[in-house]
């Protein structure tokens, strides 16, 4: 799960808004992992990934 937490941290960097909701993300994929549902856990990757990009940072 390491780039996900790197386009997090970087994420962080910007707007509050962008935090918030990368905070949100990485709650969502550990409460999906702690339920045992996995197909929603390996959503969350994209999400991050799509807030990285509104923020432009480079994956």
Do not use: F, N, Y
Request: glycine share 6%.
């Amino acid at each position: 799960m390491s780039p996900p937490l790197v386009l997090w941290c970087a994420a962080v960097v910007h707007a509050g808004t962008a935090r918030q909701e990368s905070r949100r993300s990485a709650g969502r994929a550990e409460m999906a992992l702690d339920l045992a549902h996995p197909a929603a856990a390996e959503r969350e990757p994209e999400r991050l990934k799509a807030i990285a990009r509104r923020c432009g940072v480079e994956s």
